[in-house]
């Protein structure tokens, strides 16, 4: 198919099943979206960790190391995907320093700061138990509507991948989501997850991506993003007020929202 023949098969909701039929400019988008989602697991992965055996209890200590486990197996299975275009799996795992951080006082925004494409918020550190079980909720329900989007790909390996990994990722985000809501039990532990959540959801929220991003119409295109980044930032944020208000902590006097 030539470009026109092939932007009106994907209007029409054509699917593709194979790196011989997709043309150059759909590839180069295709594969950057799965280098994101490759690099943002094992980016993530690496942050938690770290945090295994900061965790009290034994529960804990597990729940991290299957989230660290299964964040790999997500990595390795999307990279697996990427094969036929060229990547080795293996070589990549070992581009880049997936653990490396920067100073936690900094505010990246959308300042790309490595040669690895995992979304910023996988460049800042953790600080502890807590900081984990709040950063794991809020990038967690993002990733969720997120990974929706790639689920509705129009490339259908990653699709059907995506489906299948989804509730693995929904998993992680509910267990954690449990053992944040027994520390919050605690009203003594509020002030600690509010300075949590304070310093996570504008660096989570940035996640999402510019409202005016440039990227985005041609793989609405490509049938490769169908929601615009402010319409699932604004989703987002609806279920975090949700998620708060069951947590029961207040944030009225630890504003979040960025600028």
């Not at 979206?33 to 943002?40: I, Q, R």
């Not at 807590?130 to 699709?159: F, H, K, T």
């Not at 993003?225 to 989703?235: D, F, G, I, S, T």
């Amino acid at each position: 198919m030539d470009d026109a023949a092939f932007l009106e098969y994907l209007e029409h909701s054509g699917r593709l099943t194979s790196p011989d039929n997709v043309t150059p400019a759909y590839r180069r988008e295709l594969l950057r979206l799965m280098a994101g989602f490759v690099d943002s697991e094992l980016a993530g992965a690496a942050g938690f960790a770290g945090i295994i055996n900061q965790a009290p209890t034994l529960s804990g200590r597990r729940l991290m190391a299957r989230m660290v486990l299964e964040k790999i197996c997500h990595a390795e299975r999307v990279l697996t995907l990427m094969q036929p275009f060229g990547t080795d799996p293996d070589l990549y795992a070992g581009l880049h320093r997936w653990e490396k951080r920067v100073d936690r006082s900094e505010d990246l925004r959308n300042e790309r700061r490595s040669a690895d494409m995992r979304l910023n918020v996988f460049h800042y550190p953790l600080s502890g138990w807590l900081d984990a079980l709040v950063m794991n909720l809020l990038m967690g329900e993002a990733s969720m509507i997120q990974l929706e989007e790639l689920a509705g790909s129009s490339y259908q390996p990653l699709s059907d991948t995506i489906s299948e990994i989804m509730p693995v990722e929904e998993s992680h985000l509910q267990a954690g989501l449990h053992k944040l809501r027994c520390l919050a039990s605690d009203e003594t532990r509020h002030g600690e997850i509010r300075a949590s959540f304070t310093y996570w959801f504008p660096r989570v929220e940035t996640s999402f991506g510019s409202d005016e991003s440039p990227r985005f119409e041609p793989l609405r295109r490509f049938g490769l993003r169908h929601k615009a980044n402010r319409e699932l930032r604004a989703n987002w944020s609806q279920v975090m007020d949700s998620r708060l208000i069951e947590l029961g902590v207040d944030m009225s006097i630890a504003p979040m929202h960025s600028q």
